[in-house]
Nanobody
């Protein structure tokens, strides 16, 4: 069974930094795009950043220049380095990944979410 396990959330003061990690485990054929989303209380889940298997990245305008997404394909892990954090970055952060459990299928998987709280 494929799982995405996140770590690295927590409480930080405005201007601080955090690094999130998300590792895929289980049996699968390959991993394609990976990404991070976030959901603040009472709001919809929004894209933060994505990265392809080749390393191409995209960011939400609100995090450009502050957040960096990266991945280690050998470890099946995606990271989100968050700098200059603002209170409005407070949310539950979810990783996701398009994973092929077999050569003939492709599905999207989500992590369980990790809370990031930025105090002013």
């Amino acid at each position: 069974q494929v799982q995405l396990v996140e770590s690295g959330g927590g409480l930080v003061q405005a201007g601080g930094s955090l690094r999130l990690s998300c590792a895929a485990s289980g049996s699968f054929f390959s991993i394609d795009d990976m990404g991070w989303y976030r959901q603040a209380p009472g709001k919809q889940r929004d894209l933060v950043a994505t990265i392809t298997s080749g390393g191409s990245t995209k960011y939400a305008d609100s995090v450009k220049g502050r957040f960096t997404i990266s991945r280690d394909n050998a470890k099946n892990t995606v990271y989100l380095e968050m700098n200059s954090l603002k209170p409005e970055d407070t949310a539950v952060y979810y990783c996701n990944a398009w994973i092929s459990p077999s050569r003939w299928s492709r599905e999207v998987y989500w992590g369980q979410g990790t809370q990031v709280t930025v105090s002013s």
